[in-house]
């Protein structure tokens, strides 16, 4: 494979080799005379800008994608052949990072789950934290709303401040084809359902009577699963910054979507998705 790659220089077609040198690392040089310009081998790259290096990057995102870059494990075990450790702060940064790249994965590729045939169960949960403000202990709530598909595990999931008809029926025409069978407790947002254009077949469990209907077999059991799962991870991130919500979300689906042998190599497919290289 040919080590270059095009000249970044405004105007300039020109071809850039690959150099080591000693004073500065390795570059890539433009070979055209009138241009000549020298840029950073991490220059308009995914590494672009950090003090790790790509050995150490690659480690890292390794534990992110098996669910080990909790800062306290990373300082205990990420450590140097001189020595010394990662610093908090380069661990909060790639954690970060990661994610960003989930985020980037699900704006490029939307959820969209059931269809004919399908069953969708769907629910919404509140997230607690609690923080002191001005000498009083107070409580803030988090709410989630979200639906899974009974068959085959898919998963959407989104933050909301309203938990009313004008918010979460358009969220379920985003995310449930149409033609899908909907499962939901009483809550009266879902109400209009069944008049939506999409064609949704809704049944509903009384929860303050049955776990399961007796007339129809409906039931949320997959759903509340979810939430369990949601939860767990949540309590493992040591809470989550009102400010992240969209990015813990999607570091959450993105985990649930490729955990396996492949994550590794999914991970590193989407950066290339967001950082392509010009050879």
């Known amino acids: 494979m040919d080590s270059g790659r095009n000249c970044v220089a405004g105007g300039c077609s020109g071809h850039m080799n690959f150099r080591q040198r000693e004073e500065k690392g ?3 040089i433009c070979t055209k005379k009138q241009c000549r310009k020298e840029v950073g081998f991490r220059k308009d790259t995914f590494f672009e800008g950090s003090h790790l290096t790509i050995k150490e990057i690659f480690e890292f995102v390794y534990y992110w994608c098996n669910g080990t870059c909790q800062v306290d494990y990373v300082l205990r075990n990420f450590v140097r052949e001189d020595g010394s450790s990662i610093s908090r702060q380069a661990i909060v940064d790639w954690r970060q990072f990661c994610r960003d790249v989930a985020v980037s994965h699900f704006q490029k590729n939307p959820t969209m789950i059931g269809g004919e045939g399908k069953t969708v169960e769907i629910d919404e949960t509140v ?7 001005r000498g009083r202990l107070v409580n803030q709530n988090y709410w989630f709303f ?25 969220i379920i025409q985003r995310y449930i084809r149409p033609g899908t069978t909907i499962i939901s407790d009483l809550w009266r947002a879902y109400g209009g359902i069944s008049r939506l254009p999409e064609g949704y077949n809704h049944y509903t469990v009384n929860h303050s009577q049955n776990f399961v209907d ?24 040591y809470g989550t910054s ?18 396996g042998a492949d994550e590794f190599y999914n991970f590193w497919c989407q950066v290339l998705e967001d950082y392509p290289l010009e050879f």
């Open 127 to 133: 997230i607690t934290k609690r923080k002191y403000n």
């Open 146 to 170: 979200g639906g899974v598909e009974r068959e085959s595990g898919e998963v959407f999931l989104v933050h909301v401040e309203r938990r009313d008809a004008l918010t979460l029926l358009p």
């Open 26 to 28: 390795s570059t890539f």
């Open 242 to 259: 009102r400010t992240l919500l969209v990015e813990y979300v999607a570091q959450y689906l993105w985990k649930k979507k490729f955990k």
């Open 214 to 237: 007796p007339e129809t077999g409906a039931h949320t059991n997959k759903i509340e699963s979810e939430w369990q799962k949601f939860k767990m991870r949540h309590k493992a991130e």
